[in-house]
């Protein structure tokens, strides 16, 4: 019996190319032709359209690599190169495991047979040109982006706090404009005033909260919601001080001309899309333009927020070394705690306290203020029993022992495929007789089992490799733990939170009583 695994994927950004069905079955008869002397057995693995192919991180990929790994497959089949892979530098890890495992891989569209030298060259080609293509279409996508950000159109994505989006007509092409929104800038420009009085962006939050001013969506702002209004440059004069602003930052600028003072201006390159998540660029790299709404903000106070969010901070940053647990301390209502230090007749206090409670008051959360010293001496005790009774510390159950080992299933297959090729043999020869139907049903029993077992095999693989990272981290956790109470007296403060950092998760305090979680 050959297993053929296709694998099928399909972007939903790619309405032209072939459906995730269409590729399976053009696969299913290509492997009718080439297997035509072969019992073949089909895997599918189509979780994954609307995943791009520009990585690993899919599902239906992942599992089909599991079982890979697990010499569940023979061949891996796939309609089109670039439908499994577009980077080749991944492409070729992937097929150097499958050659570990004797798996071969078949493109159905390039039609090139990884057996002989020629046709691995062939593929590794085709890999680099399908990267290519890739990185070319993402490169005209932004520099069209950008084209149509420096003309001054909105070029799409959540429309700004305040402001809405109109068509109008350009040439011969529509194009979409930001325009202020007469019936919710009003939230905007309170938002401004209030920082231009002085308010910081925490005593904000707590001011729209006790005011009830809320989003344009109905919620309440948090302190990031706040910060990216009034950061935004759309809401800016576009006057000559905004351009040197802006020159001095770095920044990408149109024609110092466009600069007079009449209209409000539009940032473009402020996020960058990762593998993982959107982040935020320095403003060196944005792009700023001239957008035909009228400004929100003149240039002279939109400057001044920006210098009172720099001011804020610096007054925000730590005058003491003080608060190990800094970063990694959470409430009992899941909010992070902060730091309080102050000095009274020549005493210095430090407490932790929940940033909900100070924002949002004690009918949020009543914590209060906890002193420093005694929650630390608790985290500290903790992991001095933890060194005492390293047996004791673990990140999670240990299930493995539920599960049938992978080298005894893996022989339990064994034996079973063995039992299916010899009762399909003995079929062979008994056809004609009473006794086939027998045969026949013993097979389709065994085939059941086999399917359970590679099931449990999967589960396992995965429940091994799981255990044994997880056997390497406590290790190297109780290390670290070991480390810092040998060297506590002498690691400096920043050495200490950042090793904690290291260690631990996150604490959670409720009142006296204290929770590491690693």
């Given amino acids: 019996m050959l297993t053929v695994g296709i694998y099928p994927r399909k972007s939903v950004y790619r309405d032209n190319s072939d459906s995730v069905s269409v590729q399976i079955q053009l696969c299913m008869d290509y492997a009718g032709i080439i297997f035509k002397d072969d019992d073949v057995d089909f895997r599918i693995y189509d979780k994954d359209e609307g995943f791009s192919g520009k990585n690993m991180n899919r599902p239906g990929f992942q599992e089909m690599m599991d079982d890979v790994q697990n010499d569940l497959l023979d061949v891996v089949m796939v309609y089109k190169l670039d439908r499994i892979s577009r980077n080749v530098q991944e492409f070729s890890a992937m097929y150097e495991v499958f050659q570990q495992h004797n798996v071969s891989f078949i493109s159905v569209k390039e039609s090139f047979d990884t057996t002989t030298p020629m046709g691995r060259t062939v593929m590794y080609i ?3 040109f399908a990267q290519l293509e890739r990185e070319n279409t993402s490169e005209r996508v932004t520099d069209n982006m950008r084209a149509l950000g420096a003309a001054g159109k909105w070029t799409g994505g959540k429309l700004p706090t305040g402001m809405t989006s109109v068509r109008r007509q350009v040439g011969d092409k529509e194009h979409s404009y930001l325009m202020v929104d007469r019936n919710t800038i009003w939230l905007v420009k309170s938002l401004y005033g209030l920082l231009l009085q002085g308010y910081p962006i925490t005593k904000i939050e707590r001011y729209c909260r006790d005011h009830g001013i809320r989003s344009q969506t109905g919620k309440y702002l948090n302190t990031s919601q706040i910060y990216n209004i009034i950061t935004n440059p759309v809401y800016c004069q576009n006057s000559m001080d905004a351009y040197y602003y802006f020159a001095d ?24 899309s990762g593998r993982q998540a959107q982040r935020k660029q320095d403003k060196s790299s944005w792009t700023i333009a001239v957008g035909i709404h009228d400004y929100v903000i003149s240039s002279t106070d939109w400057i001044a927020a920006q210098k009172r969010l720099g001011l804020n901070k610096m007054i925000r940053s730590a005058k003491y070394d003080c608060g190990i647990l800094k970063g990694v301390l959470r409430c009992k209502c899941g909010a992070r705690m902060d730091i309080r230090t102050y000095t009274k007749n020549g005493i210095r206090f430090s407490y932790y306290y929940c940033t909900d409670m100070a924002r949002q008051g004690k009918a949020k959360c009543d914590t209060g203020y906890v002193r420093i010293e005694e929650v630390e001496e608790a985290f500290l005790r903790q992991l001095r029993k933890i060194r005492l009774n390293p047996d004791g510390f673990k990140l999670q159950p240990d299930t493995a022992s539920a599960l049938q080992s992978v080298s005894s299933l893996k022989e339990d ?5 063995s039992s299916i090729d010899n009762l399909t043999a003995a079929l062979m020869n008994a056809m004609d007789s ?16 086999k399917r359970a077992l590679e099931t449990n095999l999967r589960q396992a693989a995965l429940q091994e490799k799981a255990d044994k990272s997880l056997k390497e981290t406590e290790a190297e956790i109780y290390q ?16 200490k939170n950042e090793l904690i950092r290291k260690i631990i998760k996150k604490c959670i305090l409720d009142g006296k009583s204290l929770r590491i979680v690693f």
Avoid: H, W
């Fill in 480 to 495: 670290n733990i070991c480390f810092l109470l040998d060297n506590f007296d002498s690691i400096e403060y920043t050495g």
């Fill in 249 to 272: 930052m770095g920044c990408t600028l149109p024609d110092p001309a466009l600069f007079d003072g009449t209209k409000g201006l539009i940032g473009y390159g402020k996020t960058k």
């Fill in 126 to 128: 085709l890999a680099a």
């Fill in 413 to 417: 297959l064994r034996q079973i495929q």
């Fill in 434 to 449: 009473v006794a086939s139907s027998y045969i026949v049903a013993k097979i389709e029993e065994l085939d059941k089992r």
